[in-house]
């Protein structure tokens, strides 16, 4: 009568620690940067130029992972560079998000001319090359983390609402929703209370690669030098600096870049990680 | 004959810009009583019961003819009000219960939330008649069952949750749309039998739509077919298997394998009455002016 499947236990792997272990580690620093970061990282010290990290010869005690070439402190500077691209990848990723997902649902469950109108914008928008269209609403906007955020979701709205139409669509050719119009459900309550529950594992693994690519975005704008300003520090704004001087200090480069990977690699983890774990496939 | 709790009435629907699927099909379910829709594949027999619940396909549209429920008609009514209407009189049973149940919900809730956010029940009242329920369709451990999720229930169990859950709200008219089809034969019997003792009990009119007249001999007291979206025999039960009057009726009759000598070679419907059945249909189709 009951069905053997229901009784595996899915285990939190590896891939969920590890990248949730590296986000939280993150977001921690973000937050208590003040207290956590050794250096100022806007102190300049020529002094202290380009020291290496701190397992190699000449390191200096206190620059952990060494210096770049004003003398300002990478850890520091990364340490503070999570402030900008964690509020990136939070507010850009969840903004595009409920805009994407909200059209998305009611394109794919409403159909018709709401349909039509949607599809038609999605198809339009993805025609234009969206590094040159955040480049040019950046250029309009005028630079800031208000206009890195905007141009993000401007851009990649469509990211989700073609994905969550498809699943939206597929959902509401399914018998539950016709039991639940029959019952009397309108149109409305039926696509939030039936149709929203079954899409959401699928928004939810979007939300977490969006919230990887805003951050990877951050950071191409900023080495293009169209993020904040170029004094406060941001992970691409210090792999564009690193860029210069690679030959004599490559610590300036790397280290920002691995932090980088690391981010973005655990986000889209994560998404993957929580969508095996809590996604109702067996059904 | 008592009075018809569900009365259609020369209803007609068609693709929209595209061919008719239903040509002037009229037929009634009285209070109490059980009819069996019969047709091929394709014939329309689905179309018919979701008319009645208004869950037609966005490409399908009623061209014209009447929805008799309860004495209001719901083709004439504002779209709010006939969802009104048929959510307190008419309820379903779905053909696959695999789907029709939401994965994402526990199955208690699916039964109770309509109830209470639909009909006004209060939290209580809901879930002691979701217990109640389940222990009509014979499910033990009612309390437990309802805390699971659809993915822990064989298919089987499923449906029973489903016809419980069509029953919940007392409705006059359940549809039933092949609810067998998708079950293991050995629960095939079971599920039947349970459709029929728990329509009896609930003394519901019960319009069951099926393919297979081995089933309808055993559930029905009156018998629609359907060729090609027209209604080409109504009778009841007893008269058909007597003696059906429409050709396509009998070869249909003689074309259903019988227990009772598995040897005999199958009969397939000829072609001949095939032909005839379909020149019926464009002689409707020209006299209404169709294509």
Redesign the interface.
């Known amino acids: 009568m009951l069905d053997g499947r229901s009784q595996v236990k899915r285990r939190i792997g590896a891939r969920l620690w590890l990248s949730g272990g590296w986000l939280a580690l993150l977001v921690l620093l973000a937050i208590f940067a003040p207290f956590l970061a050794p250096k100022d990282p806007l102190a300049q010290d020529l002094f202290t130029s380009r020291l290496p990290p701190f397992w190699e010869k000449g390191a200096e005690a206190g620059y952990w992972l060494g210096s770049d070439s004003l003398g300002r402190d990478v850890l520091s500077r990364i340490i503070y560079g999570s402030r900008v691209a964690l509020s990136v990848a939070l507010v850009a990723g969840l903004l595009t998000c409920l805009i994407g997902s909200a059209l998305g649902l009611i394109a794919g469950y409403f159909r018709g001319w709401a349909d039509l109108l949607i599809s038609r914008l999605i198809d339009i928008w993805m025609a234009f090359p969206p590094v040159l269209f955040s480049i040019l609403l950046i250029a309009v906007l005028g630079t800031g983390l208000e206009s890195i955020i905007i141009a993000i979701v401007v851009i990649d709205w469509t990211r989700f609402a073609r994905v969550v139409r498809a699943e939206a669509m597929t959902q509401g050719a399914m018998d539950y929703v016709d039991s639940a119009r029959v019952a009397g459900s309108t149109r409305l309550r039926t696509m939030l209370t039936e149709i929203l529950p079954n899409v959401l594992p699928t928004i939810g693994a979007l939300l977490t690669l969006e919230m990887g690519i805003a951050v990877i975005v951050e950071a191409i704008l900023s080495f293009v030098n169209l993020s904040l300003s170029t004094d406060y520090p941001t992970w691409g704004g210090m792999i564009a600096e690193g860029r210069i001087s690679v030959h004599q200090a490559w610590w300036v480069l790397v280290f920002p870049l691995v932090a980088l990977f690391l981010t973005v690699l655990s986000f889209s983890q994560l998404g993957e990680g929580l969508k095996d774990r809590f996604d109702p496939v067996l059904r | 004959m008592t009075k018809s709790y569900l009365s259609i009435r020369d209803l007609n629907a068609s693709i929209h810009r595209g061919p008719p699927l239903l040509r002037g099909v009229s037929l009634d379910v009285a209070q109490g009583e059980v009819r069996c829709l019969v047709g091929e594949s394709g014939a329309g027999k689905s179309m018919i019961g979701?008319a009645v619940?208004?869950?037609l396909p966005?490409a399908v549209v009623v061209t014209g003819g009447e929805i008799w429920l309860d004495g209001e008609n719901l083709l004439a009514m504002p779209p709010a009000k006939r969802?009104?209407t048929?959510?307190?009189k008419?309820?379903?049973i779905?053909?696959?219960p695999?789907?029709?149940?939401?994965?994402?919900?526990r199955v208690g809730p699916?039964i109770t939330?309509?109830l209470v956010?639909?009909?006004g029940w209060t939290r209580a009242d809901a879930d002691a008649r979701a217990v109640e329920l389940l222990g009509e369709v014979h499910i033990p451990e009612a309390e437990r069952v309802l805390k699971?999720?659809?993915?822990?229930?064989?298919g089987?169990?499923r449906q029973r949750i489903?016809i419980a859950?069509a029953f919940a709200?007392e409705p006059k008219l359940i549809i039933a749309d092949e609810p067998t089809t998708a079950l293991d034969v050995t629960v095939q019997k079971q599920i039947l039998r349970l459709i029929a003792e728990m329509q009896r009990r609930h003394g519901t009119a019960l319009l069951f739509v099926t393919h297979d007249l081995g089933v309808v001999s055993k559930v029905g007291n009156h018998l629609t077919v359907l060729f090609a979206g027209k209604v080409v025999e109504d009778a009841s039960m007893r008269e058909f298997f007597a003696s059906p009057v429409h050709p396509y009726s009998r070869s249909l009759l003689a074309a259903t394998p019988k227990y009772t000598d598995p040897t005999g070679s199958l009969n397939p419907v000829p072609q001949a009455v095939i032909d005839e059945t379909m020149a019926e249909v464009a002689a409707y189709d020209r006299e209404h002016g169709h294509g």
């Open positions: 979701k619940l208004g869950i966005r969802r009104k048929i959510g307190a008419a309820a379903m779905p053909q696959d695999l789907t029709a149940l939401n994965p994402s919900h699916q939330d309509r956010d639909i009909l699971m999720y659809p993915h822990e229930l064989s089987g169990m489903l859950s709200a």
